[in-house]
């Protein structure tokens, strides 16, 4: 203010409905051809300002879309191919891309407000530098000023304005959109369920302080993998691995392993490891390009190639049928898996099992359905929870050990006195009392003795099915035979121990699908819906037959 004049702003001068409409008015006594421009020009002027009026709805929505978009594209190349539809529900699949795109839009549009108000205070400033510091500029006399009260009231609206004005909207929405990013964060930080890493801490100790004698129970355990091109997966596999031999202590563990027609790395991986292995005084056999087990040329499913595993399987156990000395085999594929579920499955029941089993799940859902059979005989679903009888059902629900009558699913444990002779086993662990129902007449060991008891029953190993058997993997036969022959009747699935042979369906299930928004989802609002009707049946399910071993898949 100045001599009595206040400065006022042009900025604030609108034109009026009366300058618009002598526009119009003007327009019309135009050529037609001026007319048809003019009113192209005035529908994108139009369309412009609408566009500018509702920026602040469609900028942010277009960006939303834009981030969506990204993640599904994301998801698409990596996992649309080739996928079992059924497994992966729409819903679900649109939930975890929401967790991903909320945050990131929060976050976008947080920034978004900050360099919007930072343009705000700044960009005027600017022009007026470049101006000289000069503003167009009316002088008003100071008589036509309102009184001192309507002064006051000015400057009460003024603070009105800046409390609950733009700038109070702006804050708003910057603590709106920074709490999505936060949320995100937390989404972050929170993606494993806490059951899911409660050994951690146990193999973290034995990794700071290692000891020969381990912190598990005392137990010996022989750890046998077959492996052939296995180059994507076993630097991780070897490293933890490494944790779980800690953990269960040098003096504690042997390794077995045997590779054979690898054509990548893998042998010579094998034989760093086994330079390892010696270095941390752990006992062990690496047979890496071992020939002595001739591959058939066409390795589809059928009885030479089960022949072939089950051999290969047996020669990674012959150590430990040789010398004894072990009270439990722990025998991996070649799989994703954490040390701290290897340590899961061990404790599975606090230890009160004859054989127990992780979850390998991949594109199917559950994997290993050829093999699986729920506590009944009966074939299962590759769908959560897997099991359409009710124990098996509850179990999964309640991430416990569900009960089966067989399994393998890409990592197990079982007690080592039935594959060893009867002079290595130890007294006591196996039944000495007669079977309570005989061997069926499919069996390989038909007839046999009625007196007989499973601590006196010659050592079982893998196999292939017999002519009168359903055709099975060697990996069914083997829990087949431990029911039939020694009466092992323990047999437990454990859906904690999650395990995948490809990295990204790993990832997956493993820190995806067990994060606590999406199992929410998937307990509370899919409750398997639809699993009933992929019940996993290789070949035609009208010739599905019953056996001794339970439901048999038809495949021919």
């Not at 978009?69 to 992966?88: N, S």
């Not at 691995?241 to 042997?254: A, E, S």
């Not at 067989?406 to 002779?421: E, H, K, M, Y």
Request: net charge positive; glycine share 6%.
């Amino acid at each position: 203010m100045q001599n009595g004049w206040r400065q006022m702003n042009y900025a604030s001068v609108r034109p009026s409905a009366d300058q618009y409409l002598g526009w119009l008015v003007s327009v019309s006594k135009r050529p037609p051809f001026n007319r048809i421009l003019a009113a192209i020009v005035w529908l994108l002027a139009f369309a412009f300002s609408f566009l500018w009026r509702t920026a602040f709805i469609t900028l942010p929505a277009l960006l939303f879309w834009n981030i969506y978009k990204k993640f599904a594209a994301d998801w698409t190349r990596d996992y649309a191919d080739g996928i079992f539809e059924p497994a992966w529900p729409v819903a679900r699949t649109r939930l975890v891309i929401l967790m991903a795109t909320i945050p990131t839009w929060g976050l976008c549009m947080a920034a978004g407000v900050v360099l919007w108000a930072f343009g705000d205070f700044l960009l005027p400033r600017i022009a007026r530098r470049r101006r000289g510091g000069a503003d167009y500029e009316m002088s008003i006399p100071m008589d036509d000023l309102p009184n001192a009260s309507t002064q006051r009231g000015h400057r009460s609206h003024s603070l009105r304005q800046i409390l609950f004005g733009r700038y109070y909207l702006r804050t708003v929405a910057f603590c709106i959109f920074a709490s999505m990013a936060l949320f995100g964060l937390y989404l972050y930080k929170t993606y494993e369920l806490p059951g899911d890493y409660r050994y951690r801490p146990d193999i973290e100790t034995a990794l700071r302080v290692p000891k020969p004698s381990g912190y598990h129970d005392g137990s010996k355990v022989f750890i046998a993998v077959i492996l052939n091109n296995s180059m994507g997966v076993l630097p991780r596999w070897i490293r933890e691995f490494n944790k779980v031999i800690q953990y269960l202590g040098t003096d504690n563990v042997f390794i077995s392993v045997v590779e054979s027609n690898s054509g990548d790395g893998t042998p010579e991986m094998l034989d760093e490891w086994k330079i390892t292995l010696d270095k941390m005084g752990v006992k062990n056999l690496i047979r890496t390009r071992d020939s002595t087990i001739v591959r058939p040329d066409d390795m589809s499913t059928a009885t030479p190639r089960i022949r072939f595993l089950s051999d290969t399987r047996n020669l990674a156990l012959a150590p430990l049928v040789e010398q004894g000395g072990y009270d439990t085999v722990l025998f991996s594929n070649d799989i994703f898996i954490e040390a701290e579920s290897v340590v899961e499955l061990l404790k599975t029941k606090e230890g009160e099992w004859d054989m127990v089993c992780g979850l390998d799940l991949g594109r199917w859902g559950m994997y290993d359905a050829w093999v699986l059979r729920d506590r009944l005989g009966r074939l299962v679903s590759s769908l959560w929870p897997y099991f359409l009888e009710d124990a098996g059902m509850d179990a999964v629900m309640e991430e416990e050990p569900a009960p089966v009558f067989t399994c393998w699913n890409g990592i197990v444990a079982f007690r080592a006195d039935p594959i060893l002779p009867v002079s290595l086993r130890t007294p006591g662990r196996l039944s000495t009392s007669p079977l309570s129902r005989p061997l069926p007449e499919t069996h390989p060991t038909y007839p046999q003795n009625a007196s007989l008891t499973p601590a006196q029953t010659p050592p079982i190993k893998f196999r292939v099915s017999e002519e009168k058997e359903c055709f099975s993997s060697e990996s069914f036969l083997f829990p087949y035979d431990l029911r039939r022959q020694f009466d092992m009747q323990r047999i437990y699935v454990n859906p904690r121990v999650i395990n995948s042979y490809e990295w990204k369906h790993y990832w997956w299930y493993k820190y995806v699908t067990r994060h606590w928004m999406v199992d929410w989802w998937i307990k509370n609002w899919e409750r398997g819906s639809g699993m009933q009707f992929a019940k996993m049946v290789v070949g035609d399910r009208k010739k599905v037959w019953n056996w001794d071993g339970g439901e048999c898949h038809p495949w021919w």
